[in-house]
C-alpha cells in the first residue's frame, strides 16, 4: 500500500507556517515605570427643556433626550437600550406620567415590588435608574439628586485573578493552525498583556494599533468610560497581531468584506452584535468547560493583568489609569487589597 499524502492546506481557515502554542512567559520585576496614559476630554450636550400644555415635563418626551444624548456621548447601542428598557420598566409599573411624578417614595415601593430576586439584580437596576436620572437632573428637570442615597446592601466578594497556570494549559490545547482557535488565543494574550476589557478588544480596528511603537491607540469611542487611553504591548503579542491580520484579510477577501476589524468572526464580520455574550466570551466558557478549567473569562484575565502589574511594582494609580478605572476603590477590589494591608502599608509612612 502507498502511504498517504499529507493534506496540503487550502482552506481559508488554515493558518500557514504554524509556530508552537502561545506560551506565557514568567513576571518580571519591573524597573521603570510606563508612560502615563492619556484621558480625553468628555462630549458636552446642551439641551433645552420639552414641557406639556401643563407646565410638566412628559416622562416620554425626557426619556427620549436622554436616549439621544447617550449615543451623542458615544455610549454603545446595547448599553443605552438596556438602560432604556430598565427606566421603562419603572414607568410602566408606577404608571408614570410626567418626570416630578418621580419621587424617593415611589423608587423605594418599586424596588420592594421587585420580589425575592438577588440584592445584587437590584443594586443593577438601581445604578441604572440613578444614570438616568442624574441626566434628568443635568438637564435642569430635578433640583437635587434625592435618589442619591438609596443602597442596597450587597456583599462585595473579592473575585480571583485568573490562575496564570490554568491559562497557560488552556494556550497549548488551543490548535494555532485553526483561525478561531488561533483567533480566540490572540485574544487572551491582548487581554492578559493590555488589560483592555472583551467589549473594547471586540471592536478595535487596525487604526488603533501602532506596530511602529507597539502600542494601542484606545480612542474614546470603543472605550466603557469614553476615555482616550495609550498601553503598550510586546514583540510577542506584535507578531502575533500581525499574523491575525494577514489571515483575516484573506477571510475578507474571500466573503468580499470591507471592514478592518482585529477580532472577526469566520465569516469576516465583527463580533460587536447586540446578542450578547460576544462569540469570544462564549468559546472561552467553551474550553473552560471542554477541559475542566477554573475563572477562565475575560475578566479573570483582566483581574491577573492588574496583579502582574503590582508584582511588577506599579502602584495602584497608574494600574487604576491603566485599566480605565474610574475610581481607586475599583481597582483595590482588583488587586484585593484588605484594610489590614492598608493600614499595614500605611505604617510605614509614619
Known sequence: MSKSKPRVRTGIFDLKDVSNSIELKPIEQKKEESNPVVIAPKILVDVTEIKSTNGKIQIDKA????????????????????????FNRLINDMNIKYVDEITLEVLYEWLSNLGEIANVSKQNRLRVIKAILNRFYDNGWFEKKFWKDIKIKVDNKIKPPADEQQLSILL???????????????????????????????????????????????TGDIMKNHDVLKLPFDDELSSYLQRLIEQNNIIRNHYKKRNKIIFISKFGDSLDVEVKPCAITKRLSYYAKKYGLNNINAHAIRRLYAVNLRKKGADVVLISKALSHKSLSVTTQYLGISSEEVLNNLRGYL
Open 172 to 218: 497549548s490545547l488551543l490548535d494555532m493552525s485553526n483561525f478561531i482557535q488561533f483567533r480566540d488565543a490572540v485574544a487572551i494574550l491582548m487581554i492578559y498583556k493590555t488589560g483592555i476589557r472583551m467589549n473594547t478588544l471586540i471592536q478595535l480596528e487596525e487604526k488603533h494599533i501602532d506596530f511602529e511603537t507597539n502600542t494601542l491607540l484606545l
Open 63 to 86: 426619556l427620549l433626550i436622554v436616549k439621544e444624548q447617550m449615543r451623542l456621548s458615544g455610549i454603545r447601542k446595547v448599553t443605552s437600550r438596556e438602560y432604556i428598557y430598565t
